[in-house]
C-alpha cells in the first residue's frame, strides 16, 4: 500500500504523474491541441482506487486523443485549491488551457469510457472514412468488380492527394483491366514524397512483370525446348516469365532458382533480378516471397 506523500506509478504511455511545478506544462500548455484529464486523488481515498484504473483503461482505449495526469492533492495543494478541489475523487478535463467538463465522485466503468471518449472528441470526432472507402474500394477489386475499385480509389486521391494505399490500389485496379499503360502512368504522377514507399514499389514491380507477360511465349512450348535442352537458358528464363503470366508463380520462381544455381552470372544476373521483382509483386509475408528468399540466399551464400 503507498504511504502519504506517495504518487501511483502511470499505467500507460498517456497517463502521467502531475504535480504543482509541471501543471503548466502538463496540462495547460499540452491542452491546447490534446485534450487533458486531470484526476485529483489521494492515497487515502478509496473511491479513488476504484475510479483510477477505470479511468486508466478509458484514456489508454482512446488511443492518444486524449491523455491524463495524476495529482496526489496532498503532496500537490496549489492547483487543487485554484480549482475548488473540495472532495476526491474530482476529474477536470481541459481543452486549449481552460477547464472544459468534469466530474465528482467514482462513477460506473460504462460513464466513465463515456465521459472520456467526450473528452477526446473535443479535438475532432475520429475520421475514418477514408480508411473505410479504402477497404471498400479493395473489397470491390478483390470481388472482380475492377472499374468500380478505380473510381474509389480515384475519388479517395480527391480527398487526399498522398494517400500511399489509394495510389497502389488504382494502380492495380487497372493492372486488372489490363491497362498497363494507364496503370503505369497512374505511377508516374505519384508524389515525389511517397514515390519510393514498398507500396508503390510493389505495384512498380506488378507493372513490370505485366508488361513482360504481354510478350510472354506458350508455357508448353518453352518446356519443351527447356526439357531438350537444359542448356538453354533463355529458354528457362523466358519460361519462368510465362509461367508468372499464366499464375503459376512458384513454378515460376523454382524455374528462376535453377536457371540461378545452374550460371548465376547468365545475362548479369538475370534470374536473381526477376526474382526480386517477383518477391517486391508479392506481399511481404506470402510463403512464396518468404521461401523463396530464404532459398535464394542460401544459394548467394554456399
Known sequence: MLELGQTAAPTGE?????????????????????????????????????????IEAAVNAAGGRVKLVKIDVDANPGYAGQLRVQSIPTVYAFYQGQPVDG???????????????????????????????IEAAEGMLAEGAATDAAETFAAILQEDTNNV????????????LDDVDQAEA???????????????????AKIALASEAANAGPVADLLAQV??????????FDLAIALHADGQTQDAVDTLLELFRRDRDWQDGAAKAQLFKVFDALDAKDPIALNGRRKLSSMIFA
Not at 494505399?165 to 486488372?176: F, P, T
Not at 526439357?227 to 528457362?236: L, N, T
Open 14 to 54: 498517456h497517463i502521467i504523474d502531475g504535480s504543482d511545478a509541471t501543471f503548466m506544462q502538463d496540462v495547460i500548455e499540452a491542452s491546447q491541441t490534446t485534450p487533458v484529464i486531470v484526476d485529483f486523488w489521494a492515497t487515502w481515498c478509496g473511491p479513488c482506487k476504484t475510479l483510477g484504473p477505470d
Open 103 to 133: 466530474f465528482q465522485g467514482a462513477l460506473p466503468p460504462s460513464e466513465i469510457k463515456t465521459f472520456v471518449e467526450k473528452v477526446a472528441n473535443l479535438a475532432g470526432e475520429p475520421d475514418n472514412g477514408l480508411a473505410d472507402a
Open 165 to 176: 494505399a489509394a495510389y497502389a490500389g488504382l494502380v492495380r485496379s487497372y493492372l486488372a
Open 186 to 204: 497512374i505511377l508516374n504522377g505519384a508524389p515525389a514524397e511517397i514515390s519510393t514507399d514498398p507500396a508503390l514499389e510493389a505495384v512498380a
Open 227 to 236: 526439357e531438350a535442352d537444359p542448356d538453354d537458358h533463355q529458354a528457362r
